[in-house]
């Protein structure tokens, strides 16, 4: 087929066959946790390590050092990261206790941090600034911390936050490098996939190529990973642990047995509440960690108390031992097993009743 038209006034086109294959190692930023060339969430409310997850991961592409000393990078690359709501002082030393247990230098590592107060990306004065920022370093990642410092537009409207977005693709694509957009989630979630509690508007959920979704559960938080090319491996527990004078580090306690994409029930929810907090807790107290109504939460109780798993003390609710429950109702909470002294068996807790 000839075309006449002159090549100044058509878009480039490429036939498929002439499309350059890549090996399925530089397909990922961080082998399974993100993809490369890619755009997304770290996603959660308030408290939930979105900042940690942020820099372990800034810190694990700059060091080529496994992310949460499990998922791999293929791959070195320089990262650029703008934290708005923390002092420079702050963001040293929480990457110093990051590359202490991985025993690198903070001097050797290839972190840049913006440090300019403040940037809106809804103008196009600091668009400009930071494109010309991204082509002057040329990162491999670029993080931004959180979205709603940095713009002025309304995150319920479509179009505003469309026009963000649009911008942020445009840096991906242009200069092939991977966006990470910490956010948070909407409080009181979503009943389908954790892409629809991001707060705002919907088109958040739909632009994302790959997403962490975190969600506290007393002194643990649970990540779910989504990717949109890709297949989603399991959820992981983590939890920020301090060993003596030695500086927190994240760890993986368990993979979660939550289906990417499946939300838990509000039974399934109170019972993972009471086996993590080992004590009776009161209505007021679990409806304040599962941020329900008091209605709701008082159905589920009453379920729960029905089926003979969950009784009401002088202290509070908490869990009766798993030999009570009915069949059906410990194939609904496998995670939940007993010893035969009465303890309640989880994968990495004891709580006795």
Known sequence: MTIDTPQDDIFPVLRAGDIKQEPVSQSWLIQDLWTASSVGWVAGSPKTLKSWIALEMAVSVASASACLGRYQVPCRGKVLVYL?????????????????HREVSID???VHIVTVSRMRLDLG??????????RAYAPRLLVLDP????HRADENSSADVSALLAYLRELQRELDLSVLVVHHSRKNGATGSQGQGLRGSGDLWAWSDSALYLKRRGEQVALTIEHRSAPTPPGVTLRLVAHGELPPQLQIIEETREISGARPSLEERVVDVLREAAVPLTRSSLRERLAVKNDRLGTALLCLQRDRMVQRTTGGWT????????????????SIGVRGNGTVRSPTEEHRI
Do not use: G, H, M
């Open 125 to 134: 004065r600091d668009q400009v600034r930071l494109k010309k920022t991204l």
């Open 319 to 334: 869990l009766l031992p798993p030999s009570c429950f009915s069949v059906k109702d410990r194939s609904l909470f496998p």
């Open 108 to 110: 050797d590592l290839d």
């Open 147 to 150: 979205l709603v410092r940095l």
């Open 84 to 100: 708005a709501e923390d002092s420079l002082a702050a963001v040293r030393e929480r990457l110093e206790a990051l590359v202490y």
